[in-house]
């Protein structure tokens, strides 16, 4: 008996070595692996109608999809789900309500219009939030004077803060939003508001995520004014991990054509947050999108003359490591 349950051991052996030899072996592509797991910029070229991408030196250029003829200006990238998300600014940009959101996959397939044409102005800078577990887009509405927002589906659509009626100095472009970046953890929600070309009408500002009680967008008593007098300030980016608000200025005065910074610390109030004002860089021509990697210490800008720049956190190291690139505008780094 003892010899017998051996052998069947002994064949049970056999043939579960038998079996994993016999089995499919399963394949995988170390190119594949390596390109889902490095990151890389992805950037608007307003003049072709193109998303692009390269790596964050600047090298290996790719276009990603073209055709793109509703003048896009902002991107957000969702690398997790695949998909590059853009914003509209419509062909007759400015005279008319021709705005829209869309995306494609991270190859360039599958265009899908998340917010249909008119139902958004001029929409400008596009970011992906998360707030209150839930992937949400953000955007400037130029011409609209809003910062608006939507479901990555496109549902839920509404007006998180609406400037027509804002108190600011100058040309009816002290009102015109640009730039949007969201602070979910703390809760906040900031924008730029442009103004004239060159005219130093350009100011930044911050409300909650949530509408107050009783309050419209059009009447938020909570909204704060944290920098007035700017030359011409134009997208925004928040990093949590260092609680640094960056952006650039497209004006030619002094003060423009750079990349900026403030440093906000929870419970500072707008006139401790303005203190902290810095240029890192200047010299970039018309600045307009920006991209930061906290881990890699490194931000990016983008200029309309076709400039791509690069520094490290603090502004050193400037360096032009793409030229001639188009029209550029928005830029996203993920």
């Given at each position: 008996m003892?010899?017998?349950?051996?052998?069947?051991?002994?064949?049970?052996?056999?043939?579960?070595?038998?079996?994993?030899?016999?089995?499919?072996?399963?394949?995988?592509?170390?190119?594949?692996v390596?390109?889902?797991?490095?990151?890389?910029?992805?950037?608007?070229?307003?003049?072709?109608?193109?998303?692009?991408?390269?790596?964050?030196?600047?090298?290996?250029?790719?276009?990603?999809?073209t055709?793109l003829?509703?003048?896009?200006?902002?991107?957000?990238?969702?690398?997790?789900?695949?998909?590059?998300?853009?914003?509209?600014?419509?062909?007759?940009?400015?005279?008319?309500?021709?705005?829209?959101i869309?995306?494609?996959?991270?190859?360039g397939?599958?265009?899908?219009?998340?917010?249909?044409?008119?139902?958004?102005?001029?929409a400008?800078?596009?970011?992906?939030?998360?707030?209150?577990?839930k992937?949400?887009?953000?955007?400037?509405?130029?011409?609209?004077?809003?910062?608006?927002?939507?479901?990555?589906?496109?549902?839920?659509?509404?007006?998180v803060v609406?400037?027509?009626?804002?108190?600011?100095?100058?040309?009816?472009?002290?009102?015109?939003?640009?730039?949007v970046?969201?602070?979910?953890?703390?809760?906040?929600?900031?924008w730029?508001?442009?103004?004239?070309?060159?005219?130093?009408?350009?100011s930044?500002?911050?409300?909650?995520i949530?509408?107050?009680?009783?309050?419209?967008?059009?009447?938020?008593?909570?909204?704060q004014?944290l920098?007035?007098g700017?030359?011409?300030?134009?997208d925004?980016?928040?990093?949590?991990?260092?609680g640094?608000?960056?952006?650039?200025?497209?004006?030619?005065?002094?003060?423009?054509?750079?990349?900026?910074?403030?440093?906000i610390?929870?419970?500072?109030?707008?006139?401790?947050?303005?203190?902290?004002?810095?240029?890192?860089?200047?010299?970039?021509?018309?600045?307009?999108?920006?991209?930061?990697?906290?881990?890699?210490?490194?931000?990016w800008?983008?200029?309309?003359?076709?400039?791509?720049?690069?520094?490290?956190?603090?502004?050193?190291?400037?360096?032009?490591?793409?030229?001639?690139?188009?029209?550029?505008?928005?830029?996203?780094?993920?």
């Open positions: 003892v010899y017998l349950s051996f052998r069947s051991v002994a064949a049970l052996l056999l043939l579960s070595l038998s079996t994993i030899s016999l089995a499919t072996p399963i394949s995988i592509n170390a190119t594949d390596e390109a889902q797991a490095v990151s890389r910029l992805y950037y608007l070229d307003q003049r072709e109608g193109r998303i692009q991408s390269c790596k964050p030196d600047g090298t290996d250029t790719k276009t990603i999809a055709e003829r509703s003048v896009p200006d902002g991107i957000a990238v969702d690398r997790a789900a695949g998909l590059i998300y853009f914003s509209n600014m419509g062909r007759s940009a400015g005279s008319g309500a021709r705005g829209s869309q995306s494609v996959k991270l190859d397939t599958g265009l899908a219009t998340i917010v249909a044409v008119g139902k958004t102005h001029t400008k800078q596009l970011t992906l939030a998360t707030v209150g577990g992937k949400m887009l953000y955007w400037g509405d130029r011409e609209g004077m809003k910062v608006m927002r939507c479901n990555v589906d496109g549902s839920g659509l509404e007006v609406d400037t027509a009626g804002a108190k600011c100095a100058g040309s009816p472009q002290c009102k015109h939003v640009v730039g970046a969201v602070d979910a953890e703390n809760g906040f929600v900031y730029t508001q442009k103004g004239g070309s060159s005219a130093g009408e350009g930044i500002h911050r409300a909650g949530s509408l107050p009680a009783g309050a419209t967008a059009a009447s938020r008593p909570d909204v004014n920098l007035t700017l030359p011409e300030p134009i925004l980016r928040w990093v949590k991990e260092t640094t608000l960056y952006w650039t200025d497209r004006a030619t005065s002094p003060g423009g054509n750079s990349v900026n910074r403030l440093q610390a929870n419970g500072a109030s707008p006139v401790q947050i303005s203190a902290t004002k810095q240029m890192l860089f200047n010299g970039i021509g018309a600045g307009i999108g920006i991209a930061v990697d906290v881990a890699g210490k490194q931000l800008a983008t200029s309309l003359n076709g400039g791509l720049y690069s520094s490290d956190l603090e502004g050193k190291g400037k360096k032009q490591i793409g030229r001639g690139l188009g029209l550029l505008v928005g830029i996203d780094f993920a």
